[in-house]
C-alpha cells in the first residue's frame, strides 16, 4: 500500500531549527572583524563588515573571506581590480555595526584615505591590507575572494574579537 502524502511532508519548523544549531556551532569559532571596501563602477565607495576574512599564504601573499551572493556590493568587488581590508579595532565596533547595516552612506564622516585603485582606507584601524582581487570562487550561497596583498600596515591597537555574535576583547590565557 502506498505511504500517504503526508508522510513525506517536510516539517519546515525542524529546518530552521537545523540551521539555528549550524550558525551557533559556526559562532563558536571567535574572529576578528574587518570593513571590507572598494569602488564601485561609478567611482563611489562601497564597504561591508566581513569576519570571514582570513590569511591564506604568505609567499604568495594571500587572504581570503566570503560574500553573499544576496549582498548588493556584489558586483563592485567582483568587478574591481582591489579591494582593501580594514582590521577593525576594539573602539570600531560601532563601524562594524555601520558597514554590516544597509545605510545609505556608511561612509559620512569617516576621514578616507585613498588606497590602491581608490580603495578606501578608514582611520583608527589596527591593520590594513589592500589587495589585487586576483581569483574568485563559487562557494555555495557565497562568491568565495582571494586577494594579494600588495601593501599593508599596522598599528599597534587592541583589536574587536567577534564570537557568539557578540563583540568581544582579547584576553590573555
Ligand atoms: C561581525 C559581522 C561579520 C560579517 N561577516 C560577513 C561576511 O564575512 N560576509 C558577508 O557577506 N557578510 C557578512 N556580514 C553581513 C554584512 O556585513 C551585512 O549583510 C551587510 O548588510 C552587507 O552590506 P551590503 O548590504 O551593503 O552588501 C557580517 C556582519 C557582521 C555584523
Given at each position: ?11 519546515p519548523?525542524?529546518a ?6 549550524l ?15 572598494t ?14 576574512f ?19 556590493s ?10 582593501a581590508?580594514?582590521?577593525l ?11 554590516a547595516s544597509?545605510?545609505?552612506d ?17 582611520p583608527?584601524?589596527?591593520a590594513?591590507f ?9 562557494g555555495?550561497?557565497?562568491?568565495l ?6 601593501r599593508?600596515?599596522r598599528?599597534?591597537?587592541e583589536p ?13 590565557v
Amino acid at each position: 500500500m502506498n505511504k500517504p502524502i503526508e508522510a513525506f511532508r517536510i516539517d519546515p519548523a525542524p529546518a530552521a531549527a537545523g540551521q539555528r544549531a549550524l550558525r551557533d556551532a559556526l559562532g563558536a569559532f571567535a574572529t576578528g572583524v574587518t570593513v571590507l571596501t572598494t569602488r564601485g563602477a561609478g567611482g563611489e565607495p562601497v564597504g561591508l563588515t566581513v569576519n570571514s576574512f582570513n590569511a591564506v599564504s604568505l609567499e604568495p601573499p594571500l587572504i581570503v573571506w566570503s560574500l553573499s551572493l544576496a549582498s548588493p556590493s556584489l558586483a563592485a568587488f567582483r568587478d574591481c581590480s582591489h579591494y582593501a581590508v580594514n582590521v577593525l579595532a576594539l573602539d570600531q565596533a560601532w563601524l562594524s555595526q555601520r558597514f554590516a547595516s544597509r545605510a545609505a552612506d556608511k561612509f559620512a564622516g569617516l576621514e578616507l584615505n585613498p588606497g590602491l585603485a581608490g580603495a578606501p582606507l578608514l582611520p583608527g584601524c589596527c591593520a590594513w591590507f589592500e589587495c589585487a582581487n586576483q581569483v574568485r570562487h563559487d562557494g555555495g550561497d557565497h562568491l568565495l575572494f582571494i586577494g594579494r596583498i600588495e601593501r599593508h600596515r599596522r598599528d599597534r591597537k587592541e583589536p574587536l574579537v567577534f564570537q557568539g555574535g557578540r563583540y568581544r576583547a582579547l584576553r590573555e590565557v
